[in-house]
């Protein structure tokens, strides 16, 4: 299983990003997605979590209202578009695939990718 995340960059707060992830070597749709995030010092820290079909949602607080997750099952890609970026933000985010959605919390993810880095600074 390889998970691949892009889109990481240096942007001005307010700004927007887009974070993509490629998943390869498993049946995409059979899989839950997330998007976690650590920052430097800081514990690994669940974002977002979206079901198998993508119906379904979940956002922690900090970031509600203004990240949308969403998925392209025929692309076996997950997004992450992050608006009103914040310094906050900055994190290496990563992708995840597990097998159960909850749909309060992200937990049980099997598969990590390697990460992209966010940077909000201005």
């Known amino acids: 299983v390889q998970l691949v995340e892009s889109g990481g960059g240096l942007v001005q707060p307010g700004e927007s990003l887009r974070l993509s992830c490629a998943a390869s070597?498993?049946?995409?749709?059979?899989?839950?997605m997330g998007w976690f995030r650590q920052a430097p010092g800081k514990g690994r820290e669940e974002v977002s979590c979206?079901?198998?079909?993508?119906?379904?949602?979940y956002y922690a607080g900090s970031v509600k209202g203004r990240f949308t997750i969403s998925r392209d099952n025929a692309k076996n890609t997950l997004y992450l578009q992050m608006n009103s970026l914040k310094p906050e933000d900055t994190a290496m985010y990563y992708c995840?695939?597990?097998?159960?959605?909850?749909?309060?919390?992200?937990?049980?993810?099997?598969?990590w990718g390697q990460g992209t880095q966010v940077t909000v600074s201005s």
């Open positions: 995840a695939a597990g097998r159960t959605f909850f749909g309060n919390t992200c937990a049980g993810f099997t598969y």
């Open positions: 070597g498993l049946t995409f749709d059979d899989y839950v």
């Open positions: 979206i079901s198998w079909s993508g119906s379904s949602t």
